[in-house]
């Protein structure tokens, strides 16, 4: 089975489909909740998922989790429908956690739960789709009855294997599998699998750290969500949810109706390894339903950059949303009105046991597949093309001295219909990027130059966000290893109506040389490394960019005055006074989209 809803999937070849979400709906007897009351009870659970993400960073052992955010957080009822999401986390997280929700109480029914009972797996094809996200889900229980769930997913530092990179061909490679199982039954640890666990990864300690964090995250949102039950005097969530959950819904399908019926298409290329990675996408709107279509793209690959369906759905319900209907909470309900669709075997439903860990370097492209294909008809709610993922860098030491650690970067984002885009800024996955002096104090790396790259951002009359130079060394004075899941070296990102691509990423070494950063590059003693992240498009053409504020970018150093003249017609001092307009010749536009992905020769 190929075809999937959000919360409608299967989690691998040969594997039953997840019950229906349209079986779980609103009970025949809930009575509705009046609009105030339900206000206070939605804000007041949502602050619920917030002190329960709150406790999991704060605990946290990584400044994956505590500094960068890499995590998700929910709330669920008893029937396992997500209600509300911590603030923070990223949507490849979040939205493949709902899922997995099917998955769980697949495995472990909930009358066989009993008070104490905590869950875990990091099964790709069953959650966020790499073995290095551990899902885990704590049971909520009141009087002795199931109430609810708490789930969070977060990045461990390391799962053993290779090591996150590219370089795997088959997901045994990546790391160590955890079924779906019991990590806590009836309140007693599962002393066994924490001690295989730690025996199978480089960082036991922060690895377990986090393990614990993630549990003392959902009991904090226990505990919380019972005050909260006792403060309003609700003997469940189940009401509660129907009503979220439904409303959620019927707003969604009333934006969907706003759209015009119709097939919208978008083809966009990713670097890959030694072919590129082919992203076609087709948004197909049927009255107050949409079903994603991925027929076209490229077959799943030998390489650990193949995308699971749970982790594809996840960025296609992301992006529709933030297009259509951002101020929608999202939650069961919402994922109602949306369908996925991509190929079995392909690079976005590939199936078992390929290598999946690098997955979010195609993933994160999703959204912007997606926003290409509805610039068509909704070009004022869209992103130009960004730079797509995160650059998440891996250094692992090989000498005597053994260390792992992880960091991440980000490029600039593509301008907006009516504002210039973010300048080295998360887009889709929405992590922060932990500061020099966190990288510094807790590994061995010293971070020599980090800057923004002038001139990256895609020229237009809004301008594309700008990339970052980020210059490392590692102090050990021993030989290490450095994986960096970077991407736009060879495709740029595309401005849209006009405007123009971004500049490329690079990698590089202080030997002269430049590798590819996928897969894991053994250097010697006293290397550097370089990333160089890639800018984002621009919107509308660069000609009709106010000439003052073209002169702000170069008086900040965004732009040179050589770009400023040669993009955009505008004759600049150095400290950024207008000197003149070149004749500002207004080009016409190749099409709403803009321009067919370039590749950079």
């Not at 997901?171 to 955890?178: C, Q, R, S, T």
């Not at 109506?497 to 430049?514: C, D, I, Y």
């Not at 897969?519 to 621009?538: H, I, N, V, W």
Request: aromatic residues 6%; proline residues 7%; hydrophobic residues 35%.
């Amino acid at each position: 089975m190929s075809a999937t809803s959000n919360r409608r999937r299967n989690a691998s070849s040969g594997s039953g489909a997840a019950s229906s979400v349209r079986g779980r709906g609103r009970r025949a007897s809930a009575p509705a909740i009046d609009p105030v009351t339900l206000e206070i009870l939605w804000s007041r659970l949502v602050t619920v998922t917030n002190e329960q993400a709150a406790a999991l960073q704060r605990t946290s052992f990584t400044p994956i989790v505590r500094e960068s955010g890499d995590l998700s957080a929910a709330v669920f009822d008893a029937r396992g429908r997500m209600l509300a999401q911590a603030v923070t986390g990223t949507p490849g997280h979040i939205n493949s956690l709902a899922t997995s929700m099917v998955h769980f109480l697949a495995e472990f029914p909930p009358e066989s739960l009993v008070p104490g009972d905590i869950l875990i797996t990091n099964d790709p094809w069953k959650t966020s789709g790499q073995l290095n996200d551990l899902s885990v889900v704590t049971p909520v229980f009141r009087d002795g009855r199931l109430v609810g769930f708490f789930g969070n997913c977060c990045h461990a530092m390391d799962i053993g294997g290779r090591g996150l990179s590219a370089d795997a061909h088959e997901v045994f490679e990546e790391g160590l599998y955890i079924p779906m199982m019991k990590l806590y039954e009836a309140g007693e640890p599962n002393q066994d699998l924490l001690k295989i666990l730690a025996g199978n990864v480089r960082a036991p300690f922060e690895v377990l750290g986090d393990v614990h964090a993630q549990v003392a995250g959902n009991q904090v949102g226990a505990d919380r969500l019972l005050q909260y039950l006792d403060d309003f005097g609700l003997p469940d969530l189940e009401a509660l949810g129907d009503e979220i959950c439904d409303r959620s819904e019927r707003a969604l399908r009333d934006a969907i109706r706003r759209l015009p019926d119709g097939d919208y298409r978008k083809v966009i290329h990713t670097d890959g390894i030694d072919e590129p990675i082919r992203i076609e996408c087709c948004v197909k709107v049927r009255g107050d339903e949409i079903l994603v279509d991925y027929t076209g793209s490229s077959p799943q690959v030998d390489r650990g950059m193949n995308v699971v369906l749970n982790y594809t759905a996840a960025y296609t319900s992301y992006a529709l949303k933030c297009a259509i209907s951002p101020e929608v909470p999202h939650n069961d309900g919402s994922f109602r009105p949306v369908s996925t669709w991509a190929p079995e075997g392909s690079i976005l439903n590939p199936t078992p046991p390929v290598a999946v860990a690098a997955r979010h370097i195609v993933g994160h492209f999703l959204p912007h597949a997606i926003f290409g294909a509805l610039v068509k008809v909704i070009p004022e709610r869209v992103l130009a093309e960004g730079a797509g993922n995160i650059w998440l860098t891996t250094v692992r030491g090989t000498g005597s001295n053994r260390f792992v650690t992880v960091f991440f970067a980000a490029g600039g984002t593509g301008a907006r219909p009516t504002k210039d885009g973010l300048s080295t800024t998360s887009f889709p996955s929405g992590i922060a990027t932990a500061p020099v002096e966190v990288i510094e104090t807790t590994s061995p790396l010293v971070v020599r130059r980090k800057e923004l790259r002038r001139d990256s951002g895609g020229p237009g009359r809004f301008r594309g966000g700008l990339g970052q130079a980020i210059e490392v060394e590692v102090r050990t004075g021993e030989p290490f290893v450095v994986s960096s899941l970077a991407d736009r070296m060879r495709f740029v990102a595309e401005g849209y109506a006009g405007g123009k691509p971004g500049a490329a990423g690079s990698f590089k070494t202080s030997l002269g040389t430049r590798p590819n950063p996928k897969l894991s590059q053994a250097l010697p003693a006293g290397t550097r490394f370089t990333l160089e992240l890639p800018g984002g498009g621009g919107f509308f053409d660069p000609t009709t960019r106010d000439p003052e504020a073209v002169a702000r970018d170069v008086a900040e150093g965004l732009v040179s005055p050589a770009a400023a003249l040669r993009d955009y017609g505008v004759r600049v001092s150095p400290t950024g006074h207008v000197l003149g307009l070149e004749r500002r010749r207004r080009r016409t536009s190749r099409g709403a989209a803009g321009p067919s992905p370039r590749r950079r020769t």
